[in-house]
């Protein structure tokens, strides 16, 4: 079939593009450009999975050699296809992709899947052909699938386009929905997941390549997926999140409508390329901003490639994640004693059980083996087949308890008879249940592993990685329940002006004293006599900073002097302190000299706070002073958390113990500490023109004497 060839007039569609993906993945007609006669070729692979998997819509064939291929006409050309079609798959080297992307735009085609690589991967001059191809499929409101990609499978339509041959695909059983969906920035993770879900008797809806994402991208997809039906959890696997804004905004759909979104994102170590005019800045980088917006939009991030199977599976067995403290139940006391430090190290504590649950289990076992948790059933199981279950039950029932995590050995025929009844228990708790088995690598009985996955239980083969995945599903479940700080706008003059770029530490305190934030007495001196007359009105001691915007860190070229105990000493301080600035940086235009009086003891902390131009603001609150870039003791946190949720942040640092009372000393102000980090996140909600900010240190006074910012640097875009 050929027609006229015409230009379609569309714009480019801002935002989320379902529509495009709607094409994409449920076609009713494809077109398959770059098609040989050669046997094995990549368009007679693509042609071969339509067939396999009987595509109901129109299948059209271009190739610069036309003739026939399985029955089915060959055209010349692009500009010889019928107006509109919803999918063109492109099996072209690189060089012809930009061709084939003019021609699909000439015909009105709505998605173009692309598989060939030599783009963005492959050197600044291909880059910039991807950075055309994005540019030029954006104008036209064309959805371009990769890049670089291997295409992608609608399980539920069972459309399956790729370039390597694969069995045909099996739609999800009606009971079996909703289920997952992948989506990937990896050919080979999409492929992983999809085998791994398979293993666990886990159908999967969707799985996309989606490559570079010249065009559409995870965002797309989300929005998508958060409309279907079919799809309870997607898990994404992604390199660099091209589009900040969109996936958050996408994320929110997904969450709206009850979908969990399991995140792996590889470029950890990004952090380490961030240099920053303060600590806040360099200990804030692109993955960390990342993970934390993400996980505030509902996105549990995950560390392992395991976690991402693991937590995607059990989000879709137990759409609900747990935010009570897990249990542990086993037949060994050694195992107990590693569950204890597993969760520890990994900020779960375990409940202990009710009087119910002990009155019930303690019968049930040894007098030497009281019931606790982590429970230990010791060899009682081997007498007493029952007891797993019945046990399992006991633990599900309690009301402390949000999951169960369960290590026992699966040996033998005595192990099915269990087995049954323990899944009986599953299906009816609610609570999710993991099950691994001891022995790690052994091969299970048969009828076993057959029984476990008829039943869909969760079953892993390492009892570690099973605590790792109860920790994250819980660490999610609370993290979606966190409250939000309502924050009601500042008024335009509530706050002094601030010039573009750096403000000095005099200006910075005076905005975060606008907002209640305490600092020690004192003010700025324009010269030695104005320094002296401060000095005597707030008292000696005090300590003189120079003042000046390009002096950041003005410790660096001394401009600090410290314990000045009398007039004397200041008037000779502050002559000192001039001429250091002079020496280490000539012409320099101070401010001032701010005068201040000597803070009294109390524990060092760092507050701040980066605005990322393409995520967005995150805080950072941690240990402080010097010690802040040697330990990177810090919590990153989103900015609209409330104090009483920021203080259980706090708690969670490895040098927590320092915010109780710690050898004789006194227990810091923790309270003031969270209101002066939720001060600083309403600043940065309220006032779009501050990039940074950086306290430190802030001072923890003892408990009910608050806490004061002793140094401050306030940073705003550039005009």
């Not at 079939?1 to 569309?10: C, D, E, L, N």
């Not at 042609?47 to 109901?56: S, T």
């Not at 080297?93 to 963005?120: K, M």
Request: with cysteine; proline share 8%.
């Amino acid at each position: 079939m050929t027609s006229t060839p015409t230009t379609a007039v569309r714009t480019a569609k801002p935002g989320l593009r379902k529509d495009l993906v709607e094409r994409l993945l449920r076609p009713k007609s494809i077109a398959i450009v770059g098609v040989s006669t050669r046997p094995g070729s990549p368009g007679q692979t693509v042609v071969g999975l339509l067939d396999q998997n009987e595509f109901p819509g129109e299948v059209y064939l271009v190739g610069r050699s036309g003739g026939e291929v399985g029955g089915r006409v060959v055209i010349e050309d692009v500009d010889s296809l019928p107006a509109g079609v919803d999918l063109a798959v492109l099996t072209l080297p690189a060089v012809g992709v930009q061709d084939a992307i003019e021609g699909c735009i000439r015909r009105g085609v709505g998605a173009a899947v692309v598989f060939a690589s030599g783009f963005a991967e492959a050197g600044e001059e291909a880059r910039q052909a991807q950075v055309a191809l994005t540019r030029r499929a954006e104008e036209a409101g064309l959805g371009v699938v990769g890049p670089n990609c291997l295409g992608f499978t609608n399980y539920i339509d069972r459309i399956d386009v790729g370039f390597v041959p694969v069995p045909p695909a099996k739609a999800p059983a009606a009971d079996r929905l909703p289920t997952v969906a992948i989506i990937a920035q990896s050919g080979a993770l999409m492929g992983h997941a999809t085998w791994a879900f398979e293993a666990r008797n886990l159908p999967v809806a969707y799985r996309i390549s989606s490559g570079n994402e010249a065009g559409l991208g995870l965002s797309d997809y989300i929005a998508f997926m958060a409309d279907d039906p079919s799809v309870s959890v997607i898990a994404l696997y992604a390199e660099h999140i091209r589009r900040p804004a969109e996936f958050l905004e996408a994320a929110a759909l997904a969450r709206a409508a009850n979908k969990k979104l399991v995140l792996y994102h590889t470029g950890r170590g990004a952090m380490a390329q961030q240099a920053a005019a303060s600590h806040t800045g360099a200990m804030a980088g692109d993955y960390a901003t990342m993970a934390v917006l993400a996980g505030r939009a509902g996105v549990l991030v995950v560390d392992t490639l395991e976690e991402w199977i693991d937590c995607s599976e059990i989000l879709v067995r137990y759409p609900e994640a747990p935010t009570l403290a897990p249990a542990v139940m086993t037949t060994s006391g050694a195992f107990c004693a590693i569950a204890h430090d597993t969760f520890e190290g990994l900020g779960i504590d375990l409940p202990p059980l009710s009087a119910e649950s002990t009155a019930l289990l303690t019968p049930r076992l040894p007098e030497f083996t009281p019931p606790k948790n982590p429970l230990d059933l010791t060899t009682q199981v081997v007498s007493d087949i029952p007891l797993t279950a019945d046990a399992l039950r006991v633990l599900t029932a309690d009301p402390a308890i949000g999951s169960v995590a369960v290590a026992v050995p699966a040996i033998g025929p005595d192990a099915v008879k269990w087995l049954g009844p323990f899944a009986d228990v599953v299906e009816g708790s609610g609570k999710p249940v993991l099950l691994s088995t001891l022995g790690e690598g052994m091969s299970l009985p048969k009828d076993f592993e057959a029984l476990a996955r008829d039943r869909r239980i969760v079953l892993s083969r390492s009892p570690e990685r099973a605590l790792r995945t109860v920790a994250a599903i819980t660490r999610y479940g609370r993290a979606l329940k966190r409250a939000r700080a309502d924050f009601v706008p500042l008024p335009d003059d509530a706050l002094p002006p601030m010039r573009p770029g750096p403000q000095p530490e005099w200006v910075g305190k005076e905005i975060l004293q606008a907002l209640g934030v305490a600092r020690p007495a004192g003010d700025l001196a324009r010269d030695e006599d104005e320094a002296a007359v401060i000095a005597g009105r707030i008292g000696y001691p005090v300590v003189i900073k120079v003042q000046a915007a390009e002096l950041a860190h003005k410790t660096e070229i001394g401009g600090v002097i410290l314990n000045l105990k009398d007039e004397d000493a200041l008037r000779a301080a502050y002559r000192e302190l001039l001429a250091r600035v002079e020496k280490a940086k000539p012409g320099t235009h101070l401010d001032g000299v701010l005068v201040e009086v000597m803070a009294p003891k109390g524990l060092e902390l760092v507050v701040g706070a980066k605005r990322d131009p393409q995520w967005g603001s995150v805080l950072l609150v941690g240990l402080g002073g010097v010690m802040v870039e040697a330990l990177k003791d810090v919590r990153l946190l989103p900015v609209d958390l409330p104090p009483a949720e920021i203080e259980a942040e706090l708690r969670q640092l490895k040098s927590a113990k320092l915010l109780e009372s710690f050898r004789g000393a006194p227990a810091p102000d923790v309270a003031a500490v969270a209101q002066v980090v939720a001060a600083v996140g309403r600043l940065m909600a309220d006032r779009p023109e501050i990039v940074e900010i950086d306290i430190n240190p802030l001072l923890a006074l003892p408990v009910g004497q608050g806490a004061l910012a002793l140094d401050a640097l306030i940073v705003t875009a550039p005009k």
